[in-house]
């Protein structure tokens, strides 16, 4: 499975069997982490035997069951760590689905955990991603439309139309898909509207543009 049929296959699973993440998937995991990491600037970490963050109130009434281990997201304080924790975040929850994994974004309903991960001073938790073996695959979730997202000065090029494609498939914060992505010649800005995570969100939805358009990060304007 290569990463366009991983947007394609990726559902978000709250409910996991129980299971661990070993051997090599684990490893092949933590090797994608390293490298997010290092391209990323920031320091996100797998957590794994830690089962109190998904055993509190707030995990219950986020209906999950059984998470095996998560994703804490985590970088230096300032402006953009957001839109990259998104970004990098993605890369990994999509690397996830290749290695048969299932994942769910997770922006409140869990505990943190300080004793779990590493925070640096000048560090902070932006969001974590729950991980492992799902119960089920997840389900499809209603989308916005190309002209709900899309804005393009005259007949747009396939490969803006197939980013957008992958972009309306990007998980979003409560699915509210709040951004859009406008064409000028060949860059495209892309906007977060207002709202809890939508910088998170931004992020998330131009790893999934590149990745469906075949660009990369100079696509932006």
Same mark, same amino acid.
């Given at each position: #499975?290569?990463?366009?049929?991983?947007? %394609?296959?990726?559902?978000?699973?709250?409910?996991?069997?129980?299971?661990?993440?070993?051997?090599? &998937?684990?490893?092949?995991?933590?090797?994608?982490?390293?490298?997010?990491?290092?391209?990323?600037?920031?320091? #996100?970490?797998?957590?794994?035997?830690?089962?109190?963050?998904?055993?509190?109130?707030?995990?219950?009434?986020?209906?999950?069951?059984?998470?095996?281990?998560?994703?804490?997201?985590?970088?230096?304080?300032?402006?953009?760590?957001?839109?990259?924790?998104?970004?990098?975040?993605?890369?990994?929850?999509?690397? %996830?689905?290749?290695?048969?994994?299932?994942?769910?974004?997770?922006?409140?309903?869990?505990?943190?955990?300080?004793?779990?991960?590493?925070? %640096?001073?000048?560090?902070?938790?932006?969001?974590?991603?729950?991980?492992?073996?799902? %119960?089920?695959?997840?389900?499809?979730?209603?989308?916005?439309?190309?002209?709900?997202? $899309?804005?393009?000065?005259?007949?747009?090029?396939?490969?803006?139309?197939?980013?957008?494609?992958?972009?309306?498939?990007?998980?979003?914060?409560?699915?509210?898909?709040?951004?859009?992505?406008?064409?000028?010649?060949?860059?495209?800005? $892309?906007?977060?509207?207002?709202?809890?995570? &939508?910088?998170?969100?931004?992020?998330?939805?131009?790893?999934?543009?590149?990745?469906?358009?075949?660009?990369?990060?100079?696509?932006?304007?």
């Amino acid at each position: #499975m290569d990463l366009t049929q991983a947007i %394609a296959e990726r559902h978000s699973v709250r409910q996991y069997q129980n299971r661990p993440i070993e051997g090599e &998937t684990l490893a092949a995991l933590q090797r994608a982490v390293a490298e997010c990491n290092a391209a990323g600037g920031l320091h #996100m970490q797998l957590i794994t035997g830690e089962d109190r963050a998904f055993d509190s109130p707030q995990a219950h009434y986020g209906k999950f069951t059984n998470v095996p281990a998560y994703l804490a997201l985590i970088g230096p304080k300032g402006e953009g760590l957001e839109e990259r924790c998104g970004y990098w975040g993605e890369r990994l929850v999509l690397t %996830a689905q290749t290695l048969g994994l299932n994942t769910c974004w997770v922006g409140g309903t869990y505990k943190k955990i300080p004793s779990a991960y590493q925070i %640096a001073p000048g560090e902070k938790l932006v969001i974590v991603i729950s991980v492992g073996y799902g %119960a089920t695959q997840g389900h499809p979730r209603k989308s916005k439309t190309y002209a709900d997202v $899309a804005r393009a000065e005259g007949e747009a090029p396939r490969w803006f139309k197939d980013g957008v494609a992958a972009a309306l498939l990007a998980p979003t914060a409560l699915n509210q898909q709040k951004f859009t992505l406008t064409l000028r010649g060949d860059r495209v800005q $892309a906007k977060a509207g207002l709202g809890f995570f &939508t910088k998170t969100d931004l992020g998330i939805v131009k790893c999934h543009f590149e990745i469906g358009a075949g660009r990369d990060e100079s696509v932006w304007a």
